[in-house]
């Protein structure tokens, strides 16, 4: 019988080469999936540029050379068109500072994953409890990746789950940055059920990251993320 099962174990059981094999394509979807997200990002990038910041220096352009045509004969017209041309910087900064916002958060520059997320469960309208234990800093994408998945989770928690609170628990363990949010609301959390999500899974699977929702029929909904990635420097040189 021993040796029977030993020789359907040698078998049936995957071999190396095929835990390899699936190793192999699953980092081909992931990559797949990170180059379809970068391109998405690039082209949101370009199209803010395009419509923001461009717009606004070609019509500061437009003003200055108007002025510059008219400031002979008409001071006062030259006057104008420079005021449109300084409102036309403010407004370009604004845009261009938004749009740096949305690629890495200052929050996160500022006060590294610990603080921002103390800060952003601060803002939530939901009792949230933070727990944080991570001994450093971590590399930026690392730390802007799961920044934007506790920010997304919480506000599906705020939209969906009618919790009486919230708890985000922050660990790094020497190899592997988790990240855990759970509410006490009526579950029924889906990856499949909108863009957030699977947004998140997609982020993660960048860092061969993962994420796991576990939220059954009546609650509590629990999801589980974790990144390989080390920390980058000692928490008291970065404060
Ligand atoms: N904490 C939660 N408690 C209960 N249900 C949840 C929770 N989080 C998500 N859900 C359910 O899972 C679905 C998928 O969430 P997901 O974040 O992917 O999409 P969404 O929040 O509906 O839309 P968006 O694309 O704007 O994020 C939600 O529509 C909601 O029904
Ligand atoms: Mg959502």
Redesign the pocket.
């Known amino acids: 019988m021993r040796a029977y099962a030993r020789l359907t174990r040698s078998l049936l059981a995957p071999t190396e080469r095929s835990l390899l094999k699936q190793r192999v394509s699953q980092l081909a979807e992931s990559r797949a999936d990170t180059v379809d997200t970068q391109a998405a990002e690039l082209r949101r990038i370009e199209r803010d540029l395009h419509d923001g910041a461009q717009a606004r220096l070609v019509s500061l352009g437009m003003s200055l050379g108007l002025a510059d045509d008219v400031v002979e004969r008409d001071p006062e017209a030259a006057r104008e068109l420079l005021a449109e041309a300084r409102a036309a910087t403010t407004l370009a900064l604004s845009e261009l500072r938004d749009l740096v916002r949305g690629i890495h958060p200052p929050v996160l520059a500022d006060r590294g994953l610990d603080g921002a997320v103390r800060a952003l469960c601060l803002a939530s309208p939901l009792p949230t409890e933070v727990d944080i234990d991570i001994p450093g800093r971590l590399p930026a994408p690392v730390e802007s990746a799961a920044y934007f998945a506790v920010a ?2 919480i ?3 705020i ?3 009618e ?1 009486s609170k919230a708890r985000v628990v922050l660990r790094h363990d020497g190899e592997r940055l988790s990240v855990v949010v759970s ?1 006490d ?7 499949n ?6 947004g998140i899974q997609r982020r993660l699977s960048a860092f061969d990251g993962t994420l796991v929702v576990t ?1 059954p029929p009546g609650g509590p ?1 629990v999801i589980v993320m974790e990144l390989p990635c080390e920390l980058s420097s000692p928490k008291t040189s970065s404060s």
Not at 185 to 191: L, Q, V, W, Y
Request: no cysteine.
């Open positions: 997304e989770s506000t599906n928690v939209k969906h789950a919790a509410d609301g009526h579950g029924g959390a889906d990856e059920g909108g863009t957030g999500l699977r939220s909904t």
